[in-house]
């Protein structure tokens, strides 16, 4: 069997970050800085058990991970600052332990919103497989703490977060309605 | 002067042998007079005929026809778990859950299709194949199998896995669409699919020790995590199932998204 890639677009992608790809990355950079430090913050609370504590820190390492990948990839043309906005908004919020459960899901239902946006205009394939391997993994975190302590269904599974990429193309309209954008 | 003259009989005799045998040497590598020559590599027997396969492309529409196979794969499989009353015991109450995976993905399916039509393909409406053959079909064949008092965990587990293979293949093709939306598009649905497996992982291994990544004491195993890495992996998926043997180790099944040879190309049709 030979096989070839679509007639159609007869020019590969682009590997490396185009210009507009660095703008929609450095944002998804500064918003990992962000929800970095908003799980720092809880952890530092002294309200989470133990349990709760070392998800979170790990969860936490990951969205620094991510903020350090991004970095790696954007080079000179990372910010390397946190979203305040982001941060602040939710920080308010983080109030005792059952709370820091709701806001850090709705943290992490966002964030997934916010990379699939900037995922559905990005040009260049290091950028969109680095975000793919990142909206996994945050869309598991949003569904852990919909199961724990307590098992929810629709806690997990469903979100109704909205993206908070700037100018990024939607994703192709589909029928799907059972997951929120 | 010649040497030959000096040579001994012994010596004269080894010569010969060494030609003789360098001679037939020589002859048995070359053309041989009334044998006709093939193309094909020296072999016992008949050779069977070989038919060449067309040219396929994969296309972003291609791509997004393996997704919907899937799909169907993740459908069919929770009917016959539906249908079979396979969860039983501490496992029945997730038949709530279990219905609500199937609706999911029949709306996958349905918006995956969607998209394919919208770029000039053609829907495709039924399972994959080859996953069909090498992994569901198997993995049903070792829970369903007498005697396996393990059935109904064991469906949980193969469920958990073809989460997981879902999750990886729309992460997959991202790297391979053209059109960036799409890629968008994928993983909407791809993250949906990676939320289902974290509520199957904790009914495999439940609490927040299990979040993260453990290792089975015993047997040295990986034990089901919820979330097993920091990034989003495209690695085989290990489930084991079925009736375990007299060391008590079960089936083990590898699983791996859809290759060159599992796509769904234009040309196949349900």
Redesign the interface.
């Known amino acids: ?9 007869p020019t590969a ?1 682009t590997k490396m970050p185009t210009t507009a790809d660095k703008q929609l990355l450095d944002f998804a950079l500064s918003a990992e800085l962000s929800v970095h430090d908003l799980y720092l913050k809880a952890i530092d609370s002294g309200m989470l058990s133990a ?2 504590k ?2 979170m820190e ?2 936490s ?2 969205h620094k ?2 903020a350090q ?1 991004l970095n790696g990839l954007l080079g000179k043309a990372a910010s390397n600052t946190r979203n305040e906005a982001l941060y602040s908004t939710y920080a308010r919020q983080l109030t005792s332990a059952q709370a820091m459960s709701r806001v850090l899901q709705s943290v992490e239902n966002t964030m ?1 919103a916010t ?3 900037i ?5 260049g ?1 290091d950028g ?2 680095l975000v ?13 703490f ?3 302590p307590n ?1 929810n ?1 629709g806690s ?2 469903n979100s109704a977060a909205s993206s908070l990429a700037p100018n990024a ?11 929120a ?1 | 002067m010649n040497d030959f003259n000096n040579l001994t009989r012994r010596e004269l005799l080894k010569i010969s042998g060494l030609s003789i045998a360098g001679i037939t040497f020589l002859a048995s590598c070359g053309a041989q007079s009334g044998i006709v020559e093939s193309a094909n590599v020296a072999s016992a027997g008949t050779v069977p005929p070989t038919t060449a396969l067309s040219q396929v492309v994969i296309s972003d529409t291609v791509l997004l026809r393996t997704a919907a196979s899937l799909e169907y794969n993740a459908i069919d499989t929770y009917t016959k778990v539906i249908d079979g009353d396979l969860l039983t015991g501490d496992y029945a109450s997730l038949k709530d859950a279990v219905k609500r995976f199937r609706d999911d993905h029949i709306s996958h399916a349905a918006a995956i299709n969607a998209l394919v039509v919208g770029y000039g393909g053609k829907a495709h409406g039924c399972a994959n194949t080859r996953v069909n053959n090498l992994y569901v079909d198997p993995a049903l064949k070792l829970i369903t199998a007498d005697g396996n008092a393990d059935a109904a965990r064991d469906v949980v587990a193969l469920a958990h896995a073809l989460e997981n293979l879902a999750t990886q293949t729309y992460q997959g093709i991202v790297a391979l669409l053209t059109e960036p939306r799409l890629r968008g598009s994928a993983m909407r649905v791809g993250q949906d699919e990676a939320r289902h497996a974290v509520v199957l992982a904790q009914v495999l291994n439940p609490g927040y020790s299990a979040v993260g990544p453990t290792t089975d004491e015993a047997t040295g195993k990986a034990k089901v995590a919820s979330v097993p890495s920091a990034f989003g992996a495209l690695a085989v998926i290990q489930v084991s199932l079925g009736i375990a043997n007299s060391e008590g180790v079960k089936t083990n099944l590898s699983m791996e998204t859809p290759s060159l040879n599992g796509l769904v190309y234009d040309e196949i049709s349900c």
Do not use: Q
């Not at chain 1, 793919?132 to 852990?144: F, K, Q």
């Open positions: 069997m030979t096989t070839k890639t679509s007639a159609a677009t992608p349990d709760e070392t998800m790990m969860f390492d990951h991970a991510y990948s997934v990379h699939t946006d995922l559905s205009s990005l040009e394939l969109a497989t793919a391997s990142i909206i996994t993994v945050e869309a598991r975190h949003a569904a852990v919909g199961t724990l098992s269904l997990a599974l193309a939607p994703a192709a309209t589909t029928t799907e309605t059972t997951v954008p």
